[in-house]
């Protein structure tokens, strides 16, 4: 079994920044992309970045230029950085990963329970 655990989370005035984490941990043989959904009240679930296991970023348009996806293999963690946060980056951010099983090499997909960023105008 692997889990996935968000931190970082919380509240920020506009124009403010903030760190997400993400620890996978597990019967985890390597991670391939990672990403970060989200996730705002009366929305429906948005993917915000992705990054490969190589390190290839992609953004959704409303984050790019302030947000930066990134991720330590050796840990197995993935990180987001935001700023310049806006009241419509208020919502709750899920860590979401592709991994290789040790137990069967087999890839399964992961999410964490979820952080909740509220940015404050």
């Known amino acids: 079994q692997v889990q996935l655990v968000e931190s970082g989370g919380g509240l920020v005035q506009t124009g403010g920044s903030l760190r997400l984490s993400c620890a996978a941990s597990?019967?985890?043989?390597?991670?391939?992309?990672m990403a970060w959904h989200r996730r705002a009240p009366g929305k429906e679930r948005e993917l915000v970045a992705t990054?490969?296991?190589?390190?290839?970023?992609n953004y959704a348009d409303s984050v790019k230029g302030r947000f930066i996806i990134s991720r330590d293999n050796a840990k197995n963690m993935v990180y987001l950085q935001m700023n310049s946060l806006k009241a419509e980056d208020t919502a709750v951010y899920y860590c979401?990963?592709?991994?290789?099983?040790?137990?069967?090499?087999?890839?399964?997909?992961?999410w964490g329970q979820g952080t909740q960023v509220t940015v404050s105008s």
């Open positions: 597990g019967r985890i043989f390597t991670i391939n992309a």
């Open positions: 979401h990963a592709y991994v290789i099983s040790l137990a069967n090499s087999r890839e399964y997909d992961y």
């Open positions: 990054i490969t296991a190589g390190g290839r970023t």
